[in-house]
């Protein structure tokens, strides 16, 4: 199931990361190694995450590479180290679907909120670079773990995408 798109407005969110330069093909193993360093550094460094997992897409080459920051949110500003960069989810209007179902939709799902956005004419905080589509924020929340989840069709993930000022 997936709700209608809506603007909603997102204050700053402090997050810790793990950056990847991946393809579309190759997420999983991207996943599985920037999730366990993302982890092991938080377990170490005594941060709790506040929130569900996200990923931010920074840059996307539908045809060639991604650049993924594979985050949780903390509660505060923390100072990151080794692989871990600390960052701020900036503040401002966001559209946002969300996705009851399998991951392997998410493709179509960011598609359909793409779709409503040109129908409405709005407009991303991002810029078109010879790279692809540089974002200042494009996320999707796994509102669920997945490791707790038996069916994928229960599977929660929210698409969110800042809207220029």
Do not use: C, H
Request: aromatic share 10%.
């Amino acid at each position: 199931m997936l709700t209608l798109p809506e603007i909603v407005e997102r204050g700053p969110q402090p997050y810790v990361a793990v950056r990847e330069r991946v393809s579309l093909g190759a997420m999983k193993p991207a996943v599985d190694r920037a999730f366990q360093k993302l982890f092991g550094w938080l377990g170490a460094n005594g941060v709790e995450p506040v929130g569900a997992a996200f990923f931010k897409y920074n840059l996307i080459d539908m045809a060639g590479v991604f650049e993924v920051q594979f985050a949780v949110p903390v509660a505060r500003e923390v100072e990151g180290g080794g692989d871990v960069a600390a960052a701020v989810l900036p503040a401002g209007r966001y559209a946002q679907v969300t996705w009851n179902g399998p991951y392997d939709a998410l493709v179509d799902v960011n598609a359909v909120l793409v779709g409503w956005a040109k129908e409405k004419g709005v407009r991303w905080d991002a810029q078109e670079t010879p790279e692809g589509d540089r974002f200042a924020a494009r996320i999707e929340i796994y509102e669920n773990n997945p490791a707790e989840v038996e069916d994928p069709k229960d599977l929660v993930t929210t698409v969110a995408i800042k809207i220029a000022d």
